[in-house]
Each structure stands twice: as structure tokens, then as C-alpha cells.
């Protein structure tokens, strides 16, 4: 157990709708990360975010964002969903910056038909 | 801007010895090495920074060449419990994001 907590495990929703997705970093961190990951592809880095401020973007699409509030938890917001934002959503914490082991969540399986 | 892993997959049997490479265009500041396995989570195996540094985890090491932007993983006298998908992340020099590479996918054989 990483102490990284994700919900919910399993999202089935519709092309068209909007999903939230939720995270709660390890005691401690500061950082939280979010990552998608399609079948059998690698990590894509979608944003990271530091003690509630964005600290930096990878390949987020303009339909996703994200915050992270003054108790640390992260929320990651999908809408106008496609058949391709099909997924695995993993959240990761870490310490402080990217440079500190990251400890990753279970992950959220998202499937959209 | 993706480090470049190789090779792509690697199948061995059990108590060999196996090399993962990861190699990047940018200068780094850190190079992390994570490991998943199938339906699983990544799970961190080690970190190396900007110093050239080798590490241990067990029968597990890994090297940095910052001169090179290159780092190697190296795994020996393999066990079954090695398989997975073997992630490298490079964090570039005065940038805090840290990018992951396609993966190495290891295959034990008994």
C-alpha cells in the first residue's frame, strides 16, 4: 500500500459526459501528479501540482483539469468525454518536487462508450 | 523530449542478467527508475541525480551518465518476482516535470 488513495476504482459513463476523479496524496507530500495510461502504452504526464499551485503541464487536453485544495487532495475533471479518453488515471505524490520518489495510487479505470 | 528506452522487451529465464537503457536529448537533473507489473500500480525502485552517481537495491543497481543523459538499469541473477514493465522518468535541468519513457517489458522464465 503506497498510502496514495484513488477514487473511484471503476467508471463506466457516455461519450458527451463529464467525470471527476479523486485523489489523497500520502501524509506529508506536497506534490501530487496525474498520469494517463492507455492499453499496454507508458505514462503520459498530465499535470502536476505543489502545495495547491499548478507546477507543471504535459500533455493535458483543454477538456481536462484539474486543482489540488488547501488539504491536499487532488481532483482531476474529464468533460465532453470520447471514446479515446478511455484509460487508466493514476495519481501520484511525492515530498516536494518532481526530482522525490513519487508514490503512485491504485488508479481509476475510466471507460467511456 | 521522451527519453528513449531500449530495448523494448527482454525475455529471460530465471537467474540471468538483464540491461535496460534509457537515454535522453536534454541535460538531467534526476533520472527515476520504476517498475509495474500487469494490472498493478508503478512502484518506485530508485532515484539517481546529477552526479553520476550508481545506486543499489538489492540485486537491482543503476548508473547516471549526466555527460551523456544516459542512465542504465541493471538487473542480475533475475528472479520470476522481476517481471513487469520497467519505467524510466527523466526530470531535465532546471525543469521540474518529470517525463516517462514507452517502457521495457521483462519477461522471467522459470
Known amino acids: ?113 | 523530449q521522451q527519453p528513449v528506452q531500449s530495448p523494448q522487451a527482454v525475455i529471460l529465464r530465471e537467474g540471468e542478467d538483464a540491461v535496460i537503457n534509457c537515454s535522453s536529448s536534454k541535460a538531467l537533473y534526476s533520472v527515476h527508475w520504476y517498475r509495474q507489473k500487469h494490472g498493478e500500480a508503478p512502484v518506485f525502485l530508485m532515484i539517481l541525480l546529477k552526479g553520476g552517481e550508481q545506486k543499489g537495491h538489492e540485486k537491482i543497481s543503476a548508473s547516471f551518465n549526466e555527460k551523456k543523459q544516459q542512465s542504465s538499469l541493471y538487473l542480475t541473477a533475475s528472479q520470476l518476482s522481476y517481471s513487469g514493465t520497467y519505467f524510466c522518468g527523466t526530470v531535465p535541468v532546471r525543469d521540474d516535470k518529470i517525463i516517462f519513457g514507452k517502457g521495457t517489458r521483462l519477461h522471467i522464465l522459470p
Open chain 1, 1 to 113: 500500500d503506497s498510502g496514495v488513495t484513488q477514487t473511484p476504482k471503476h467508471l463506466i459513463t457516455a461519450t458527451g459526459q463529464r467525470v471527476t476523479l479523486r485523489c489523497s496524496p500520502r501524509s506529508g507530500d506536497l506534490s501530487v501528479y496525474w498520469y494517463q495510461q492507455s492499453l499496454d502504452q507508458g505514462l503520459q504526464f498530465l499535470i502536476q501540482y505543489y502545495n495547491g499551485e499548478e507546477r507543471a503541464k504535459g500533455n493535458i487536453l483543454e477538456r481536462f483539469s484539474a486543482q489540488q485544495f488547501p488539504d491536499l487532495h487532488s481532483e482531476l475533471n474529464l468533460s465532453s468525454l470520447e471514446l479515446g479518453d478511455s484509460a487508466l488515471y493514476f495519481c501520484a505524490s511525492s515530498l516536494q518536487g518532481a526530482s522525490y520518489e513519487q508514490y503512485f495510487g491504485p488508479g481509476t479505470r475510466l471507460t467511456v462508450t
